[in-house]
């Protein structure tokens, strides 16, 4: 207990220097001796009132049910505190899964990719840090698979690295119109 009523020892200290440049060292002597006694008697006071109040409880409780109705109370608290830390293992638990199942799953997209891009990511993993580099996509860019372009004419035409021209794109199937059946 820090203060009593807002009054802390640095308060209490300034008090009693106060109390002693007003009073004068003869009268602060005999207050002292007051302050004491008085605080005696309340000591005395509360722990009488306390013996009675026990009394008067024991003997109001003479069958047992208080008692019985307290230990319940406290098998209820105990019994509340351990559900408490249960519940809180379950949530660190489930977070510590889920956690896994990101990890699992990061793992299964590395298995998914081709084995050429997965190590161009794993090269650019270890050179760049943690977040993987975007590959650039063109035809002189092995490792890359590029689909045919609708529009040739915005294909790349930048040559290979080998210095050969570029691939030219494959042509896609022409559309065939197809009567409606009568029936």
Not at 3 to 10: A, H, I
Not at 27 to 49: D, E, H, K, P, W
Not at 73 to 94: D, M
Not at 133 to 154: C, D, I, K, Q, T
């Amino acid at each position: 207990m820090d203060s009593v009523f807002g009054v802390g020892l640095p308060e209490l200290v300034l008090l009693i220097v106060l109390a002693s440049m007003v009073m004068g060292p003869e009268r602060i002597v005999r207050y002292a001796r007051m302050l004491g006694a008085m605080t005696a008697r309340l000591q005395s006071v509360s722990r009488a009132f306390l013996r009675q109040l026990n009394a008067e409880l024991d003997s109001v409780d003479s069958s047992g049910e208080l008692r019985e109705t307290l230990d319940e109370l406290q098998l209820l608290r105990r019994q509340v505190a351990e559900l408490r830390a249960e519940v809180l293992t379950i949530a660190g638990g489930t977070a510590a899964e889920g956690k896994q199942v990101m990890r699992e799953l990061k793992q299964a997209q590395n298995a998914i990719m081709p084995p050429n891009l997965l190590a161009a990511a794993r090269e650019t993993k270890a050179t760049n840090g943690p977040t993987p580099a975007p590959v650039e996509m063109s035809a002189s860019n092995p490792a890359v698979h590029r689909p045919p372009s609708l529009f040739p004419e915005a294909t790349d035409s930048r040559p290979a690295a080998n210095g050969a021209p570029p691939a030219p794109a494959a042509a896609l199937p022409r559309r065939v119109d197809i009567s409606d059946d009568p029936d």
